[in-house]
Structure formats: structure tokens, C-alpha cells
């Protein structure tokens, strides 16, 4: 087989107001027709600035291709002329954004946007374009192809709409895909369905992709050869078992442990400390408001009554996919919101009965820490005002006194205490979110809420961010409430995880159990949705068909039961009640009523 | 630490940061002309008295026998009917000008600022009120208000300034409204509630700081808007009057003489122009440094 795209000496600068920088430097890179090569890399090694460039999207200035060559079937694209280059752009090389939302256009519904597409480039009349955009819809297995024609972008969901920029693509008559991280904002069961739709598209139309990501187990599954980039230099490349298997570069082993988080939390399994806080069938319905008077006409139970316990020095995981509820879970217990119904104790004391001045000390106890680094923290403040807010606020000190303070708790998060006297901007985003930590921990609180905390940083920062935190909870004894949808991040520090669906706990249990025996369908889902590294074929990734159901109009019965692969009968009419495993694990199922399996 | 060395090391941060906004600002060629222009007329503006060449003439004077001479050494932009020079008159005219825009947009933003901001960071009926009443002022036609104003007040600049405030500073706390509704909800809003942060502390500390990038942006190229607001006010006899040698008005009393002293109203028309767009590419200028979506380093 002859190399359909070849990489030769690249070299791309960008200037700044620093000087000028080389971003880019690959000497080789070979794609064969019909494979997939995957590239893995922190957020700044490049990766993008590569996938723009194979383009020509990169922006010139700042960016400027210094020397090399990018073949694509023997012609260069680097000294292509601008006509020539659309052409391929549009019919050749398709590529499939981060984020599908702003590459669909919104005030089009999918079907007019996927016939113009078709209407342009295979030259047919609308009525003979319309079949072949259903059968391209088909292709990409979205479900009820003819329903999703006439819908907009925004009414499908985000596996939904990226497999309709697939569709796309390909109704182009793309054979080479460049897919730029395109599982990064969807949710696990979502993201095994894409994998499998780009492995799939490759075997049957012999499509070549290059696959962009910053997890190696999700390229592992799905790519035949990976390469590993490094400050804009692939350091290591070959098969992907063999770089899994055998991998060379020190940095490899790193990214490679990186996946295969171990347990870091090793705790005393006997835990009789006293409960910090008891969640009592909490309700938060939000009112759906319509018509002239604005009266009420239907209710988003975005959680439904939830019961949990917490006791001093615990961590608890909270999972889900997006949707669940649990955002809207953590922010009625800080009491954001005020709740529909329901009991939060903390430390005994119910916090919707208390005045607004005993409601802000016991606020000062419990602080979170956000998902995104980036808005978590106000740009217009030097990091020692950020830090420091809650001294501000709680405490009277004096200058002098104030910022010794606040550098102790930059240096107890790792950061250089020179750093207070800099903007957030001026750091990555791992650093951030440390600093988001110690601004959390400024008050002593006693818990800690972490909202998906390290989903939006990179995967080597990642495991410093669980293990500082792991630290911090040993040293000033606190308890976590961990929210992520990412299940190893969650077992790697968790004593206890809750599974949450639509609103309701489905399963609950110690993070062990859950992990080794898990007992509800979603939870097994969920479970075996993971790309790992061990995963050989990406068949054996489980996947959910379709979304969650909105939770205006819930299933009846079993909330699960529209995407349940294991549903009967009476999961339409009964909604099932929690059921003892064994000691502290319950899962919500039928299957695990044995009176009602044995009928 | 010493005292010293603690203001050093708050102040080096935002003197960096100033110095990264002038590079980007100097990198566009359009705006660095800007920056340029503005900075001339500034200086024009401050040192008016001192450097026209005939400071006697910029008022009363009057020499009949050098009346709508023709641009010459002596004159560079001739004379008018009175004799008087109007390179003297026009220079001077940028003082009363950008004297009149700063004041009319300060107003504005004074005004308008804290309402928007109120009415974002609370929400509900307060919103809602703010909001409407800032409606009010925004459906009264400008120039009916202006008219009205001379009519109680007497025509002169300084009521054609509290005039195109008063129309003015609607935008202002829309625009302030808007961005208050959005950062409200941004992460580190979130976390000082929780942190326990009081309401009007969030309000002045997170709130407000983040919004004020659209609003300079806004307010520079309003700069412009308002000189040539107050330019035409002035020409319908609403602002300035005579002797004061406003741009607006010089243009006025020039139409009679139009035919036969071209220079009469070309010159102070080419400075209403000048002005007018370098106050607006700067205004780009500054949004391409201070819009976070646009900054690029």
C-alpha cells in the first residue's frame, strides 16, 4: 500500500509578544489508506495547531509554516493554491470538531443542511437528494432518520449531532477524517457509540482517520497505530499495542499510568466518625412556566427525592451522565437553591431553617470547588485576591498578616508563593485549579464539594490534582463529595459512590463493590463504556441507545427503562424499589427482587 | 516584607498587563494611527490657548479688511466674513469639542453604569423596573429633547451636553445590564456566594470589573458619536452660539458663504471627519485588545 498522507519535516511558529516559537516539528508521519493513526498529546503539545494546518485554517499571523511538506496522495498542501485547497477541504478531508453545536448551523434544520451539502457537491435535484441524505443518516445509525430531518441542531443530543457532521462529511464523499478530540463533551455511554461509528465508517468505506485526543485509552481502542506528541514532536509511534504494550519514552509511561489510575484513597475500612451530613428525600422541581399568566403547566424533577449520609473524613462519589441531576443536587445542598422538599442536616442542623446569619457561618464550612479552572476564577484579580476573598469576608486581618496567609495556601497546594502577585490567566489549568482548591480550603471548611474537578484539565495534571487532594483531605481532615463522570477519577478516591439517573439514585454502595460487582444495567453500562487499555476490541464496548429522557416527561415505571438492554415487562409499570446486595450496597432493579425473577 | 516593596509587587502585575494592551493596540496599523490622531488632538485640545496663532482672534475680533481670505501662509485655513483666522478658531474648537463628548459620555456612563448593574446582579421586579423606565428614555426622539431643553433652558453648549447625556446613557445600562446578566452566572460569581461573599461586594468586586472592557470599547467610539451629536446641534442653533467657535456652528454660518469661501466650512468639516472616525477605529482597536474573545497573544 502506497503512504496516502505523509507528514515531511513540518515546522510551524507562532509569534507572540514573548518572541517567536516553534509549536510544531514532526519529521515523519505516515498514514496508510483506510487506517486510523492516533495522536496523544497534553492540551498545548499542538495537536490542533496540527489539524489546522494539515487544513490550512491555521491563522497567519500568529502562525506561520515554516518548512516542510504535507502530502495527501502525492500532493502537497502546504504550497496548494487557496482555490484548489477548498475543494479538498470540503471533499476530501473533513474534519469533526470538539463541539458539534457551533459547526451546525442553528437556524437550519439538519435535513436542509445535509441536502445543500448534498445538492453542492453530487450535483442532484433536491427531490434525489433527499433519499441519499436519509440513507447518509442511516449510515451513521442515527436512530428514526426521517424524524431527525426535520429537527434542529439544538433539539438532538451531542452524539447526535456529531454523528450528523459525520453524515455530512461523508455525503461530501470524505475519505480522510481528521477528528479533532470529537468525543471531549460527551458523556461516556456516547462517546463508546462514536468510537464505534468512526471504526466502523473506516472498515466498511476504507475512510483514513487521524484520530486527535488527549486519552490514550480512548485512541487505543480505537486507532491501529498511535503517536505520541510532546511540545510538538511526536517523541514515540508504532502500533498501538506495541506503544501500550512496550512503550520506550519515560513520557509514554506516564500518559500510560495516567489511565490506569490506581486507588489512592487506602482507607481503615471501619469508618464510625459522626455524620456531617444527612440528605433526606430531597426534592428540587423546577416549574415549567407558559401562557399569558405564567402559570405553571408542567415540573423538571431534576432530583427526586434522594437520600444520602456522609460521615467526617469520607469521600462520596457521586456518578452520572450529564442530565442526572447532580449539579442540581450539590447546589440545593449549598443551598443555591432553595429546595422543593426534603431535610439537609448539617452536622444535625437543618440548613433551610436557619437565619441568614447562621446560614453564612455554615456556609463557610462547606465550599466547592468548579469543574472549569478557566471561569472558576475572576480574571480581573491578582491570585492573592482570589485566594484571599474568603479571609476578606470571614476574617479581620491585617495586611501583613492576610497575605502570609494567603501564600501559605499557595504553597500548600504546590504553587510558588511568588505566584500571588500574578493573574489567573498567567497559569495553566491545573495550576487554577489549585488555586481554586485553596481558595476552597482558605476557610477551613469541614466539607468539600468537587464538582467534576479534574474533567476539564489534563490527564497528567489529573492525577497530581486527585493525589494533592487526597493529601489535603488526610491533613486538615475534610470530607468530599466528589462529583465526575468519570468512573476511575470516582473509584480512584472514593469510599462510598452513589450512581445517579434522571433524578433518582439508582445504586449505592461502597466504591469496591460498586466497581467489582456493580448490579444495575446502567451501572454495568457505564461501566463497560470506558475505553481502557486493556480493551482489545472496541465491540466489547458497551453502549446505550439513545439519551436520557428529558425529565419533564419521565418514563413510566422504571426510569431506565427506555434504554435498558435488560427491560421486561414490568419495568413499564412498576417503578422498582431499592434492593439489599449485601451490606451497605443497594441497587434499584427488578432483577434483583428474586420473588418477582422468579415468576 | 517591607511596605515598599509590597505596592512594587501589586503594581508590576497591572503595569505588564498595560504593557501587553499597548503592544496588541500598537500591532494594528489603523489603530496605531489612531492612537496617534487622538493623542494630537488631545494635546491640541489641552494646549489650545497656547499654540493657535492668533489667540486674539478666536473670539470677536473683528478686521473687516481681512474678511474670506483664501487659505495662505498667514492663514493656513483662511478667514471668515469677520476677518477672523480660522485655523486659530477651528484648533480651538477641538478643545470645546472633546471638552463637551468627554463630559456628555461621563454622564452617561455615571449614570447609566450602576443602573444596569443593579438591575443585572438582582433580577426580578428590580430588573424589570430599571429596565422599563431606561425604555422610556430611549423612545424620546433626541433631538425633540434637545429642543425642549434649549426651550426651558436656554440654547447654549453646556444644556446640548446634559441633553445628549440624558438620551445617551440608556445604552449604557443596557449594554451594563447585558453583561452583568451573563457574568452573574460565571463560575467564580458562584463561588463567592458560596464563600459568603456579600451581595454589593459581588456586585463591585466581580461583577462590575468584568464588564467594563464593552463599555470603554463603547464609550470611545460614543466620543465620536457625540462631537458630531453636539456638531449638529449646534448647526441647528440648539448648542453653541455664536462667538464660540464650535465646529458644528463655524459649519452653520459658513453656508452663506459657500460658494465663494470653500475653506470656510471644508476645514472645520475635515476635522468633525477626522475625528469622528479616529475616535471609532480606536474604539476597534481597543475592543480587539479588551475582548477576551478577540485577544490574542
Redesign the interface.
Known sequence: MSNYFEIKNLKVNYK??EGTKNVLDIDNLIIKKGMSYGLVGESGAGKTVLALTILKLLATP?GEIVSGEILLEGENLVIMPENKIRDIRGNKIAMIFQDPMSTLNPVYTIGQQIINVIIKNQNVSKKRALPIAIEMLGKVNLPDADNAMKKYPHQLSGGQRQRVIIAMALSCGAEFFIADEPTRNLDVTIQAGILKLIKELQNELNVTILFIANNLGLVSVACDEIGILKNGKIIESGKTRDVIDNPIEEYTKILLESVTKEKIGNREKENNNKLILEVELLKKYFPIKDGFFQKTVAWIKAVDGIELKIRKGEVLGIVGESGCGKSTLVNTI?N?HRPTSGEVLFNGKNMFKMSQKEL??T??N???V???PF????????VKDIIG??LK??ENLN??KY?EKVKKLMTMVGLPEEGV???PHEFSGGERQRI?IS??LS?KPELVVLDEPTSSIDVISQERILKLLEKLRKELELTYILISHDLSVVHSMSDKIIVMYLGKIVEIGSADDIFVNPKHPYTIALFNAIPKLTTNKIDELFTLEGSVPSAINLPSGCRFQTRCPEKFKLCKEKSPEMQHVDSEHYASCHLLNMDIVQK | ?SYNN?IV??I??RIR?LK?SL??LNRNYLTRFALLIVGLLVAIALLAPLIVPYPEQIMNENNPEEKLMAPSAEHLFGTDELGRDIFSRVLYGTRISMRTALLAVGLAIIIGVPLGAIAGASGGIVDELLMRFTDLFLSFPPLLLAITIAAFMGPNLTNAMIAIAITWWPWYARLMRGQAVSIKE???V?????????HI?IVF??II??CISPIIVQASMDIGGVILTIASLSFLGLGAQPPLPEWGLMISTSRTYFMNAWWYSVFPGLFIFMTVLVFNLLGDGLREVLD?KTR??
Open positions: 507572540t509578544f500568529p449549598l443555591l453564612r457561618k456556609r463557610k462547606i465550599q466547592i468548579f469543574q472549569d471561569w472558576s476564577l475572576n480574571p480581573r484579580l491578582l476573598e474568603p469576608v470571614h495586611y501583613e497575605l502577585f500574578r493573574y481554586a481558595r476552597a476557610v | 516584607m509590597l509587587n501589586t508590576r502585575p498587563e501587553i503592544h496588541l460565571r463560575p467564580f458562584k463561588a463567592a456566594e458560596a464563600i459568603g461573599t456579600p461586594k468586586m466581580h470589573p468584568n477576551p490574542k497573544l
